[in-house]
Every structure is written in structure tokens, then in C-alpha cells.
């Protein structure tokens, strides 16, 4: 959730207020956002209090600045204080602290980033004239703006973890295979220059433990066979399983060798991905 309300909120006592539609009183009537959404879901580049940033301006007699505070917000009482320039992913913060959100680790990130990757151009527009805008340039700034977080956000959050995504299985005259994409080069944000490592591991259902089979093996593309040594025993519903970990190798994403571990399940004679384990990753977000 942080993740995507990042893409589109901008209040805090740092971004004043993102002005949204209220027909409660009369048509195109604005009103401050703050609360209830405020304390959790307004957002800027600071909590409301912290305590070392307040002590420093106190000590230094007003001479301690924010970066954020030279910021130039658009000058519409439309808008309220947004932008797209200044903001960065790893540093945008709700007003007070969220407890959930102080939980949000890099799987966490890339499944909420794949997510706003799914917003195009279109539909930000058209949520844009859901609101209703009476002035066109401020409609149009904030689709733009809205736009270019979207990309900011995706661009940082997907990459945090190993990005495989779309894993499916596909049969072919040479067997079963595990295919799957790197959803950081296909949404643009690396360049195709990543290598693949996997090896497989049997599940055995019943006692809850993996064996590994066979070593690593290098793939040329997105795409692993399915080996019939790679399926653990059948279990009580006659299922039977198998785990593939797959590493990737990117020079500007050293993060990415710590393997997505996918699991496939065979059942009457037919192969499904019944489970997707992604690194947590560490937390690169600013305190």
C-alpha cells in the first residue's frame, strides 16, 4: 500500500495538502484531505515529528534546513503541494509512522510495484478527469505527475528483488518446461544483459522436506525443463511436487542472486505453479 500511494499522495505538513473532489457540499467544491487519511496515508518526504530533525533546528537557531522545504509546488490551489521532480520512492513517508508499513520488505515492494506498473498513460488520465478539475492546466499537470511517479516507483521498487514474474508451464514435444520473464527488463527499468542459474529440489509433501537434484544448471533463456527426478513422492491426494530455485546474474543489480524459489505441482497427469517464494531483500527506505 505504501508503495502505491506513493505514486499520487503528496499532503503532509511538508506537501500541505492534495486537494480532492467533495460533492458533500456543492460540484467542484475542494476539500483538505488530511483526516481520518491523514495520520497514516498523507505522505511527504518526513514524519510530522521527528525528533533529531526538530532538535537540530532548534540547537541551530533556525540555520538547519529541509532539502525539501526549497522544493517549487506548483502554485494552484487545485493541486496543493505535489511534484514529481524531488520525490524519490526510498524516501517518501506517511505523516505519522505505519506500523504495517515499517513491515513492507522487497517481495512486499515488487508485488505492489508490479501492480502501479499496470496504471498506463490512459487510465491515470482517466482517474485524473474523474476528479473533475475545473482548471485544465492543473488536470493536466497532475496527470503528468502522477505519471512520472508511477515510473519513479516502479523503476526503484521493482528492481529491489530478484524481478522473475509470469511463471507458467508449457509443454512441448521435448517435455515440460518452467518458463518465466524478468519483469525489470520487460517494464524497461534494466538492460536485457541478465543471465539465469536454477537447480531443482523434490518436495515431499508429506514430511514437509526438499532434496536437491542434480546441480545448477545455466540457462541460455527464460525457461527451465522440468526433469522427472526433480518430483517429490505423491502425497495423500495422490499430488506430487517439485521446486525450482532460479538465481539472476546483473552487473547493476548484485540483489538479484538470491533466488526465487517456484513451486510446481503435478496432479492427474497435469503441471501447475501452485507457489512463488521471492527474496524479502533488505531495507533500502530512509528512517
Known sequence: MQVVQACGRGFHRNNRG???????????????????????????????????????GLFSFGLFSRDWAKVRYPDNPSLGNIEADFFEPRKWKTEYPQPAFGQMDAADAFWAASIVSRFNDEMIRAIVDEGRLSDPEAASYLTDVIKRRRDKVVAYWIAQTNPLDTFAVSRSSAGTELTFDNAAIRLGVARPAAGYKARWMALDNVKGTETNVGGDIDLADARIAIPGSAWGPRDEAGNRYAVASIASAHANFPQWASPVLVTVRERNGAVDVVGIERPAGRDEREN
Do not use: H, T
Not at 20 to 35: D, G, M
Open 18 to 56: 492534495f486537494c480532492v473532489p467533495s460533492r458533500v457540499s456543492r460540484p467542484y467544491a475542494y476539500r483538505r484531505n488530511y483526516r481520518p487519511y491523514g495520520y497514516y496515508y498523507g505522505g511527504g518526504n518526513e514524519y510530522l515529528i521527528e525528533g533529531d530533525k526538530i532538535a537540530k
